[in-house]
Each structure stands twice: as structure tokens, then as C-alpha cells.
């Protein structure tokens, strides 16, 4: 049974400010979440902080990220994200999300948008973990086990390319649970996305990204390249890393790890299987106009092997290095935009 979604109206609250005291654990440092431990803390003394009830929503503890809090419904007591935008900035960084068919499961949705005087809180379903997390515990992930998820992995962009939108951003952190189980995967988010004003034309000049996932092509200063290729490439990054528990291309120097990157060093172990190292490769390739396309990976013969997955065409689906980081540090260097040029 599938559930049709539909565009989440915004609700106008005039006065959307916190008035509830509630007691929190302190500040944890510099560690996020996924380096907390197992057990619960013990914290020598709490301190006050301010909870936000927006109708019939209360926003509880912060989040890994900047405005991100966990929110709880008052009535159901189900609980969801809340990202937290400026009111007159929320359309523009929410657009790639009206973009998308909202019968896309493999894509996080709004479920609600609430309006205040400065802020705007949009509403999404929780998860139950990231990607990166999961790969970093596992070290790494079995063949059969990857197989799936990076198939639903290959969906959400795959989706997202067919609507115009390049993702630029694309990592195994932008992957999150749907499930206890950990098997069934979503995109979170879309804020850090680019909206092609002609999905025919994927053509880029911005430099944004992750170090380690970042394309050959978007290293080279001034050069436009092809945004849906430069995510195909973000795409082998992430299997190899899911396969092997490290990146393809590390360095502790980023200049050194952008010229690894820029000459393709990289090797593939004989550890899995030829089909998945032959994906890999066309995946990875320095040539963009070469790398597999996401409806072209969701065909290729890996994913037919010893699997019932299944490839819709588009007209179908409308009808229907170094080892993964213990310590995630974020800095200057953890992405690379315009201001941040490579020592080549």
C-alpha cells in the first residue's frame, strides 16, 4: 500500500518563541554524537535551557548540526527533526525538496512547516542513525549487505537527477536510517543541493563538497564541469568506502590528497567480487563524460547477481585511504567551497 504525499502547508504562528524552562545534560565538547558513548553519562551537574513549543510541537534537545533539534508531537508523542531557517531565506534553501515527487521514499520529506516572526521550523520524520555511523562500527560491510543499501542509495540520487537537481554534497553521512533494522536508507537532506534552471543543462563552476568525495574536475579552478557526473563520482566514493571501510583517496595534507585525486591513484582490493570492483572503476573514472550515469548504475550486472532487485524505467516509477574517521572534526577544510583553494 503506498501513501501519496502531499506539499506540507506552512502554519503561521506569530509568536513562535520559547517559553518552557526544561533541565539538559551540558555541553558535550566537541564530540558529536556518534563518538558518545554507548551508556549513559554521568554528568556532575545539569544546566537550564530553553525548550521551544511551537503548536503542537515541542523542540527538545539540539542536534549534530547547526538549527537542527529533536521535536516531539504533544499528542501522538511521536517524534521528528526540526530544522530551523531564517523566515526570509526558508523558500530558497527549501526548493530542491518541492522539486522532488513526493511519493519518493528514498528521499526525506517535510512533513510540516511552521512560520514565526524570524524563523521558520520545517518538520522531518526521524531517523535512526546514519550511514557513516553504521559503516564506521561495522569497519566494514559484507558485499550482499552493501549491495542493498548503496541500490537505494543509487534511487535517491537517481531521483533527484531526473528533477533537475545536482546534490554536490553527496557522502555517506547524507544517508540515514528508516528503520531500527537498518535496512531500509534515505537521503536526509537537500538543503546543500543545486536546482538546475534547465535539467538539461547540469553545468557548474561552484567548488562545494567533501574533501575525500570530491571530483577531479571540480578541483581544476575556473573550469565548469557536469554536476550529475561530479555526483556520479561522489557515488564510487561512497561504494568503495561501504566495501573496504576506507577512502579511496586519503592524505593528511589536503593538497596532497587533491593530487591523488587529480592523477586517479587509487586501488581496488580483490576482496569483493569482479562486478563490484568493475563499478567502482566506472564510477571513478577522470573522464565525467565516462562514469556511469545513476539509471545506467541501477542497470549494471552487479546488482543482478545473486538479487530480485529490479530497475523502473522513469515512466514506471511516475505511475507507482584512509579508514572511515573515529573522530569526525569539523573545520575549514571539511568542505571545499570558492573561498578554499587547494595548494596544487
Given at each position: 500500500m503506498s501513501v501519496r504525499r502531499t506539499r506540507p502547508r506552512p502554519i503561521i504562528i506569530p509568536n513562535a518563541r520559547k517559553n518552557v524552562d526544561l533541565q539538559t545534560p551540558p555541553h558535550l565538547g566537541n564530540l558529536t554524537p556518534d563518538l558518545q558513548p554507548?551508556?549513559?553519562?554521568?554528568?556532575?551537574?545539569?544546566?537550564?535551557?530553553e525548550v521551544a513549543r511551537l503548536g503542537q510541537y515541542i523542540l527538545t534537545e539540539p542536534l549534530d548540526g547547526e538549527d537542527v533539534y529533536q521535536a516531539v508531537n504533544i499528542h501522538t508523542h511521536e517524534k521528528f527533526i526540526c530544522k530551523v531557517y531564517d523566515i526570509h531565506a526558508y523558500r530558497q534553501q527549501l526548493r530542491a525538496y518541492w522539486s522532488v515527487?513526493?511519493?519518493?521514499?528514498?528521499?526525506?520529506?517535510?512533513?510540516?512547516?511552521?512560520?514565526g516572526e524570524t524563523k521558520a521550523y520545517a518538520f522531518f520524520e526521524k531517523n535512526f542513525g546514519d550511514l557513516h555511523t553504521h559503516v564506521r562500527n561495522e569497519r566494514k560491510l559484507k558485499e550482499r549487505e552493501a549491495k542493498k543499501l548503496f541500490a537505494q542509495i543509487v534511487r535517491a540520487v537517481q531521483r533527484c537527477h531526473e528533477n533537475g537537481i545536482v546534490l554536490r554534497d553527496l557522502k555517506l553521512r547524507k544517508f540515514v536510517f528508516q528503520d531500527e533494522l537498518r535496512k531500509k536508507l534515505k537521503l536526509e537532506g537537500l538543503e546543500d543541493s543545486f536546482v538546475l534552471e534547465d535539467e538539461h543543462d547540469d553545468s557548474m563552476r561552484d567548488k562545494h563538497g567533501c574533501p575525500a568525495y570530491v571530483s577531479p574536475e571540480i578541483l581544476c579552478a575556473n573550469t565548469p564541469y557536469s554536476g550529475k557526473a561530479a555526483d556520479m563520482w561522489s557515488l564510487g566514493v561512497i561504494l568503495y568506502t561501504m566495501l573496504f571501510g576506507r577512502y579511496p583517496f586519503h592524505d593528511t595534507e589536503p593538497s596532497?590528497?587533491?593530487?591523488?585525486?587529480?592523477r586517479g591513484q587509487y586501488n581496488v582490493p580483490e576482496t569483493v567480487s569482479s562486478k563490484a570492483r568493475c563499478l567502482i572503476r566506472s564510477l571513478l573514472r577522470q573522464d565525467p563524460s565516462e562514469r556511469l550515469t545513476a539509471d545506467e548504475v541501477l542497470r549494471h550486472p552487479w546488482f543482478r547477481t545473486g538479487s530480485t532487485f529490479t530497475v523502473l524505467q522513469r515512466s514506471e516509477r511516475k505511475n507507482l585511504d584512509q579508514e572511515v574517521p573515529d573522530v569526525y572534526v569539523e573545520s575549514d577544510e571539511d568542505d571545499v567551497d570558492d573561498d578554499f583553494a587547494p595548494g596544487l
Open positions: 554507548n551508556s549513559p553519562p554521568v554528568f556532575p551537574c545539569a544546566t537550564q535551557h515527487d513526493y511519493d519518493a521514499d528514498c528521499i526525506n520529506h517535510i512533513t510540516e512547516i511552521i512560520l596532497a590528497l587533491f593530487r591523488k585525486i587529480l
